[in-house]
């Protein structure tokens, strides 16, 4: 089923909470809602989910007007982040739940909720496990059976609220596989919330960044990582590095020194976003568009090497390479080395609002209230529907 989220607004009392936001998910997709505490995700999630009403705005699901129908009219089945699992039952008991309150009409004969429910808890990899109460049972375990128990009654959308947010990186990263794994299985579309890049990331097919009742990004993983369309997307995906500077169509003048940027069609005071992996390391000096650096930490523990610098206008800058490129230099602490920047993946510059006067550059998180603000090429642009950022 698609879900089609359209022009949707919310307050709590004066306060916005979720402005204009626009989503379209396609049927069978799994969709990421990512952005920080507070920025809206569980509030809209609640708003598709019919939990709550939107002051404005409709929600499609499959073509047709649901705003006004009920929850349980929405064919909507949910995992929260906190297990909520029936306590005084066992694990089989949780997941037929959903069928045993059906009304008799619908409710499946007692044999095929037998058999509904073996075939799940073997699908979330726990058959061995129905017998147990969900006190016998690790967090991670426990949020297979909430997942089981959520798909039992057939959603036509699953809905996910940071449903692995309480557990540790390592049981994390298996649910990640298994609902993944799950998804790719039975096709449900499905919608999930998290605060986690790295998740988001690995899981969705789409991910919809939100900031502040925004959508700042809505695209591909690559797509989004590659071509954040807001100083906010570059800033929350990922590490990077922000320097301060001068954009003046290709070049931004850091600290004194020239390093090469995309094109930029506004030139002024702004912000260049540079990748610590789109950073070129060497150990002669090649180029005016290299800056001197010493090395003063590394870390070679992983596939990537990670080297912390001391850029010679004093600021410290990260830096990644491969083992092999790393080998290559021969660098070590102490290092002095000369860096670049490889404009062709991972740098970015944004021309401040009012770029002219460097005391108006914005915060690293970025959105001006009001959204559209004025460039310092005297052009109109909106931190959302426009490339602030070029790639
Ligand atoms: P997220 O899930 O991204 O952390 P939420 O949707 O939970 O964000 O919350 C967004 C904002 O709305 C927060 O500032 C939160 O305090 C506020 N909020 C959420 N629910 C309510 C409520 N029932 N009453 C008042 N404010 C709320
Ligand atoms: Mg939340």
Redesign the pocket.
């Known amino acids: 089923m698609s879900i089609a989220v359209r022009g949707v607004s919310k307050r709590?009392?004066s306060?916005s909470?979720l402005d204009d936001i626009n989503i379209d998910v396609a049927a069978g997709e799994l969709v990421a809602l990512l952005?920080p505490?507070?920025?809206?995700?569980?509030?809209?999630l609640r708003v598709i989910a019919g939990l709550e009403i939107a002051d404005q705005g409709s929600i499609l699901l499959d073509g047709e007007d649901a705003t006004s129908r009920p929850v349980k009219e929405r064919g909507v089945g949910f995992v929260f982040q906190h297990y909520a699992l029936f306590r005084h039952m066992s694990v089989f008991e949780n997941v037929a739940f959903g069928l045993r309150v059906k009304p008799r009409k619908s409710r499946p004969s007692e044999e095929d909720i037998e058999s509904k429910v073996r075939d799940l808890l073997e699908l979330v990899q726990l058959d061995a496990y129905a017998d147990r109460y969900p006190s016998q049972l690790s967090g991670g375990q426990r949020q297979r059976i909430a997942l089981a128990r959520a798909l039992a009654v057939g959603p036509r959308v699953l809905l996910l609220d940071e449903p692995f947010g309480a557990l540790d990186a390592k049981v994390r990263q298996d649910l990640r596989r298994s609902l993944r794994d799950l998804h790719d299985d039975l096709g449900v579309t499905t919608v999930f919330?998290t605060h986690d890049q790295e998740e988001a990331l690995e899981l969705a097919d789409r991910v919809v960044l939100?900031n502040r009742g925004v959508v700042e990004q809505a695209g591909s993983p690559q797509e989004v990582y590659e071509r954040p369309a807001t100083p906010f997307v570059c800033n929350f995906l990922g590490d990077v590095n922000v320097l301060q500077g001068r954009i003046e169509q290709d070049t931004a003048f850091v600290g004194g020194i020239a390093l090469a940027i995309p094109a930029n069609a506004a030139s002024g005071d702004g912000v260049v976003y540079v990748r610590p992996h789109a950073l070129d390391i060497r150990t002669t000096r090649d180029s005016r568009y290299q800056f001197a650096a010493r090395v003063v930490h590394v870390n070679s523990a992983g596939s990537i090497v990670k080297i912390e610098l001391l850029a010679e206008w004093g600021k410290t800058i990260r830096a990644e390479v491969t083992q092999e490129r790393f080998r290559q230099l021969g660098i070590q602490r102490h290092s002095d080395v000369f860096v670049s920047t490889d404009p062709s993946a991972g740098v970015f510059a944004h021309v401040s609002p009012g770029g002219a006067s460097p005391s108006s550059a914005p915060a690293a998180e970025g959105r001006q209230p009001g959204g559209g603000h004025l460039g310092a090429s005297g052009v109109a642009y909106s931190t959302v529907k426009t490339n602030l950022l070029t790639s």
Not at 37 to 43: A, Q, V
């Open positions: 709590f009392k306060v909470v952005g505490s507070g920025s809206g995700k569980t509030t809209l919330v939100m």
